[in-house]
């Protein structure tokens, strides 16, 4: 191995690899590594350029292999990384041994017995005439305790023991990064395809193609202080608007401009709040138009008009998807602005048309987008826009057929919702916009900074479904985004006059009341409502959802949300506070207890209950027909905020969970 410091920067070469160490923020590394005579320059997630920092690069013995008298240390803060002559890397967090590579060759064995194994942390494997297929491993540490990582359909909540497939798709949003009990955080920086295994024998981190090796790791006191640091070199949320912090209203689909204003005035009339509504899919002729369909959206500016008179902001959903005929396909195509297959059919979505989907990795087919929206939406009053299907979402998510103008989708995949949001959100700062806010479906490391309010996809309207969305949040807000919402009541259900449905959407109510964006939505059966028309384009021909709006769902449903919907309007300056909060230092709005709690171990295995920022501990309600649940309180003084009683923590008790409430405690000063 021979080491090198460049510009402060610690250098290892060794058998053709090029390894580079550096001081990135507060308490940080950023370790790349590379086979290609030099590293590529991309920085990817980490766009915010830290202050620089000194770090100290010094020779040290080994504490992998006894006697290594050749070994480098490069120390930022409170995190170093030791490098051995056999390249193997271990990081300490004060001192401590937080991660080290798995390492199982003729030197800097961990176990002389393991030798013959020839194990080496960080492997590449050659695609034939193209880039590598990297895998990197470390030693597992027991008793760790993994969180973050975006959003995955699953039970887990802490993922240790979990395999997660880095790759986007409807409701799964890769957001690779992650913090850990030990006090460290991790970021994988690099938005390939690939996968995480976070294994009680090793963890693994895979990318199917990619130049280089790059992640980023820092070391700090607790989950709070790794996210300030975290979000400091990828970004934070902006400034919340105050005027959309009550209800969303939302279904699939308002196929007119008349159904629109109707459900608009009906709640005013019986004084629902609403803060925005949403014009969902077709209410185009054909995918890729991006704009509305003059035979049932006669004239939109003056639906806006009126809307924006009754103080409701309007969004519009915008999909990636370009049918092939629509008015602007032979454009996009004759000028590379769409993704290409590499092989087969020449097609990438399939839903209701054969289509391409634009390549928001190609900054003129970013142009070229927004310069359609302007004129079809924003010019007529439109206020911001529901990104949906930004994964994409492909017909068939065989990434190694698809080709973006950034390179193949094994290799940036990843990225493509952040670049489809800012293909909207920099135009509208361009534009003049004051705090654009946009609805996505998905988003990657960093997809903080750019305005965007994910959503968590289109989930079954199930109390599975809903536990599910509770360890989402958790791990969505750990991973950055502050910014997460639900569809209440699930996207899926087969009968909107099912009992168990309508509880299910009381509870889904009363959960989304807490978190960063309240939004009534959903495609609720049966499909019984006749078409508008028979055309074979248009949003006439196509089914529409049961309605969603509150009203809707019987006399004691709707008494229980307009409680919580009141609840809401109470909590707007207290959301403001955290809004703020996240803007300043990235702290989530939705919180696991240990967030604010890390030092209580069993706020570390508490994961149905959460902090609604520092003051409100929440206790949803997740199954069906339960009447009490157990809570568990930390310490301190809590009110509950239904009945005003006090009870002192740490203690588990069990609360009454009645249809009408669920548990939240006020946490007492």
Request: negative net charge; proline residues 5%; glycine residues 8%.
């Amino acid at each position: 191995m021979r080491f090198d410091v460049v510009d402060g920067a610690l250098v290892a070469r060794r058998q053709g690899e090029t390894l580079c160490i550096e001081a990135w923020g507060v308490d940080a590394l950023r370790v790349r590594a590379t086979r290609y005579p030099q590293l590529s320059g991309s920085d990817w997630a980490l766009v915010e350029k830290p202050a620089p920092v000194k770090a100290t690069v010094e020779t040290c013995i080994s504490d992998v292999v006894d006697g290594d008298t050749q070994a480098r240390r490069i120390t930022n803060g409170r995190i170093s990384c030791e490098v051995n002559s056999a390249g193997v890397l271990s990081f300490y967090r004060d001192g401590s041994l937080i991660l080290r590579e798995h390492f199982r060759n003729y030197e800097g064995t961990l176990s002389r017995e393991s030798h013959c194994l020839k194990m080496e942390g960080r492997t590449y494997k050659a695609h034939i005439g193209g880039d590598w297929r990297i895998q990197v491993r470390f030693e597992a540490n027991a008793h760790e305790k993994i969180f973050g990582m975006g959003q995955y359909q699953q039970a887990q909540t802490n993922l240790k023991g979990c395999v997660l497939d880095l790759e986007q798709r409807n409701s799964q949003v890769s957001v690779p990064f992650c913090v850990s009990s030990l006090g460290y955080g991790f970021l994988w920086n690099n938005p390939a395809v690939g996968r995480v295994t976070f294994g009680e024998n090793v963890t693994e981190w895979i990318t199917e193609c990619s130049k280089e090796l790059d992640y980023w790791i820092c070391a700090g006191g607790d989950p709070k202080d790794l996210l300030e640091k975290y979000t400091a070199v990828t970004g934070r949320a902006p400034v919340f608007p105050k005027d959309l912090m009550g209800l969303w209203q939302c279904k699939l689909r308002y196929r007119t401009q008349e159904e629109v204003l109707a459900v608009a005035h009906e709640c005013r009339r019986r004084k629902v709040p609403i803060d925005v509504i949403v014009i969902d899919f077709f209410h185009w002729p054909r995918q890729g138009d991006w704009c509305f369909d003059p035979t049932y959206w006669p004239d939109p500016k003056a639906m806006c008009d009126e809307l924006h008179a009754m103080g409701i902001k309007v969004c519009v959903s915008v999909w990636p998807s370009v049918d092939k005929k629509s008015s602007h396909f032979e454009e996009m195509w004759e000028r590379g602005l769409l993704i290409r297959t590499e092989r087969g059919t020449n097609q990438t979505y399939e839903y209701q048309g054969d289509c391409l989907e634009i390549d928001c990795t190609n900054p003129e087919a970013r142009e070229y987008l927004w310069d359609i929206i302007r004129t079809n939406y924003a010019d007529l009053g439109i206020d911001m826009f529901w990104l949906d299907n930004a994964e994409p979402d492909f017909a068939v998510y065989d990434f190694d057929n698809y080709r973006y103008w950034l390179g193949p989708a094994l290799s940036c995949s990843n990225i493509y919702p952040q670049w489809y949001s800012r293909a909207i959100y920099d135009a509208q700062l361009a534009d003049g916009w004051d705090a654009p806010v946009n609805l996505l479906r998905s988003g990657w490391a960093g997809s903080q900074r750019y305005g965007n309010v994910v959503w968590s996809g289109d989930v079954p309207g199930t109390f599975e479904a809903l536990r599910d969305q509770l360890q989402c949040g958790i791990n969505m807000g750990l991973a950055g985004i502050p910014w997460w919402t639900t569809d209440v009541g699930g996207f899926m259900a087969d009968d909107w006059h099912d009992p168990d449905f309508i509880e299910l959407l009381v509870r889904w109510f009363q959960f989304g009341t807490f978190t960063a964006v309240l939004r009534l939505h959903g495609n609720r059966g049966p499909y019984d409502i006749e078409p508008l028309d028979d055309r074979e384009f248009g949003g006439g021909y196509l089914f529409t959802g049961q309605p969603t709006e509150l009203w809707q769902y019987g006399e004691e449903a709707e008494k229980i949300m307009r409680a919580y919907l009141a609840k809401r309007e109470e909590l707007k300056p207290y959301l403001a506070e955290l809004f703020a909060q996240a803007s300043a230092d990235g702290s989530p709005l939705l919180r696991a207890l240990f967030y604010e709690f890390p030092k209580d171990d069993h706020a570390w295995e508490t994961y149905d209950e959460f902090m609604c920022g520092p003051r409100y501990l929440v206790a949803p309600v997740l199954e069906l027909g339960m009447r009490e649940r157990e809570v568990y309180l930390p310490e301190g003084e809590w009110r509950d905020t239904r009945d005003g009683s006090v009870v002192t923590g740490p203690a588990v008790i069990v609360a009454a969970a009645p249809l009408d409430s669920i548990p939240v405690y006020e946490r007492m000063a």
